[in-house]
T-cell receptor, first 115, second 112 residues
Framework: EAGVVQSPRYKIIEKKQPVAFWCNPISGHNTLYWYLQNLGQGPELLIRYENEEAVDDSQLPKDRFSAERLKGVDSTLKIQPAELGDSAVYLC?????????????FGPGTRLLVL | GENVEQHPSTLSVQEGDSAVIKCTYSDSASNYFPWYKQELGKRPQLIIDIRSNVGEKKDQRIAVTLNKTAKHFSLHITETQPEDSAVYFCAATNNAGNMLTFGGGTRLMVKP
């Protein structure tokens, strides 16, 4: 079974530029998550999708971050404009559903460096 | 909201020794506790999990214990090997949905 796929794996941009990350979840997984992982810290949830609906985006900085999951499969996370403090790893994860105990499978992440 | 504390932040053991990582959580409604292993530059991978209706779970050299009264759970790795070296994260979630809150991570180093 193919795992969660993310691209690009690495991205270097200058501050104030836009950037977008792409995620393809495991086939059949209805729930998709975007996490932010700062260096030396645990992942922090940014947004969770159930199919194409964003059901929890309370931690997403909406002034510069946006996300979409058209057709309830692939998802993109966008930052515009990027700031120095956005440098981090952006992880995508998916699970079959949202019942407690549903295993979340992570992608390899996109490492963003904002100069 | 949920708060998960993890200790120690770094742990160095000799190959063959045991390693124990401890986590506490704040939300008494939490009922699912997974542990993830993350090697340098790679994705977090689930290694073991426990639900609130059991107190202990084992899988070969790895075990997890849960004390719901005290709101803490621990990861135990026996007979450690160099390939166990990684960062380990605990997490907790409750009935509000599969909303994982992660601990800060423990960097485990197993010296040959």
């Amino acid at each position: 079974e193919a795992g969660v796929v993310q691209s690009p794996r690495y991205k270097i941009i200058e501050k104030k530029q836009p950037v977008a990350f792409w995620c393809n979840p495991i086939s059949g997984h209805n729930t998709l998550y975007w996490y932010l992982q700062n260096l030396g810290q645990g992942p922090e949830l940014l947004i969770r999708y159930e199919n194409e609906e964003a059901v929890d985006d309370s931690q997403l900085p909406k002034d510069r971050f946006s996300a979409e999951r058209l057709k309830g499969v692939d998802s993109t996370l966008k930052i515009q404009p990027a700031e120095l403090g956005d440098s981090a790893v952006y992880l995508c994860a998916s699970s079959l559903g949202t019942a407690p105990g549903e295993t979340q499978y992570f992608g390899p992440g996109t490492r963003l460096l904002v100069l | 909201g949920e708060n998960v504390e993890q200790h120690p932040s770094t742990l160095s053991v000799q190959e063959g020794d045991s390693a124990v990582i401890k986590c506490t959580y704040s939300d008494s409604a939490s009922n699912y506790f997974p542990w993830y292993k993350q090697e340098l530059g790679k994705r977090p991978q689930l290694i073991i999990d426990i639900r609130s209706n059991v107190g202990e779970k084992k899988d070969q050299r790895i075990a997890v214990t849960l004390n719901k009264t005290a709101k803490h759970f621990s990861l135990h790795i026996t007979e450690t090997q160099p390939e166990d070296s990684a960062v380990y994260f605990c997490a907790a979630t409750n009935n509000a949905g599969n909303m994982l809150t992660f601990g800060g991570g423990t960097r485990l180093m197993v010296k040959p």
